[in-house]
Structure formats: C-alpha cells, structure tokens
C-alpha cells in the first residue's frame, strides 16, 4: 500500500500553470509502471514484466504509425497519431500488473490502480488530447499486456486481473 500512496503523491506534484488533472495522468503514465517495475523486481520477475512492456510501448507505437492520417487517428485537436493513448495503455499496464501480481490479496490497493488509470484516461480526455474510443482503446491494450505473464523466468503463461471478491 506504501507504493501506492508514494505512486499517488506523484500524481499532485504538478507545476503551478499546468492543469493539475493533467498533469496527474501524466505522473500516472510513469508512475503506475514504475510501481509495478519496483514489484517486479522484487518479486523476481522483472525480465517478463519488461517484456511485455516493450511489446505494449511497440504495439501502441505501431498502431499510431500505421492509422495516422485515417480519421480513428484524429485527436480532437486536428492533429494525429491519437490512436491508441499511450498515456492510458502505460497507467492500464502498470496498474493491472500491480492489481494482478502485487496486490492479489489487496482489493482495495487494486481498485486505487486501476482508478488511477482510468482517470489516467479521463484526464487525456478532459485535456483533448484523445477522444473516448482512443482512450478505450489505450486501456484495453495496456490492460492485456498489464494482466498477461509470458512465464519467462518461471514455468507458467497466466493472465490476471486480480480484484478477487
């Protein structure tokens, strides 16, 4: 729970003029990662978590080079490479690797990453960098390659979600 509330605090130390919501999806899309990075360095899987966060960052990466310039890629600003969010697939990743493999027997620690994920997400929209279904899509993407484990370093693939009720 410390590393949460350490993750949290990233999140309020936003420059005076930026938009502090803003700049909490910001301190999100590093913050949960690096979170969940601690995690998994103490518990020994770091390989398999850097993996998979490789393949998420190429796969987002991927997709905003190849729809750029199709109108799904369109951030309400006029400009591109808006599909997915990186921000949102980042902030989705760290949390559902931490809700999963970190805080397993801690709901309440899972439902605080993932609600800062998601206002991860929201904060993209409320900035309009992204539209909804941009946003959606980041999560969805982040979510997986969060939730997976390719079993390098161990004998097991397995994806959880945690939030065990």
């Known amino acids: ?3 949460m509330a350490a ?7 936003a420059p005076a003029a930026a938009d502090p919501f803003e700049q909490f999806g910001t301190a999100m ?14 518990q020994d899987r770091l390989e398999d978590f850097a993996v998979r966060g490789i393949l998420q960052t190429a796969l987002v990466w991927g997709m905003k080079e ?19 969010s990186g921000h949102t ?4 990743f760290g ?5 999963g493999k970190c805080f397993e027997d801690e709901a309440a620690a899972g439902a605080v990453a993932y609600g800062a994920a998601g206002l991860t997400g929201w904060s993209r929209v409320h900035a309009g960098e992204h539209t909804p279904e941009q946003v959606w899509t980041g999560a969805l993407i982040g979510f997986s390659f969060g939730a997976a484990s390719f079993g390098i370093g ?5 994806f959880e979600v945690g939030m065990k009720f």
């Open 1 to 3: 729970m410390k590393t």
């Open 29 to 42: 899309k590093y913050g949960l990662p690096l979170a969940a990075a601690v995690c998994a360095a103490d």
């Open 95 to 99: 949390a559902s690797d931490l809700a």
């Open 89 to 92: 697939a980042a902030a989705f």
């Open 66 to 84: 190849y729809f750029d310039g199709s109108p799904i890629s369109l951030r309400p600003s006029g400009e591109g490479k808006g599909f997915p």
């Open 154 to 158: 161990s004998e097991e693939a397995r």
């Open 7 to 13: 993750v949290c605090a990233l999140g309020m130390a």
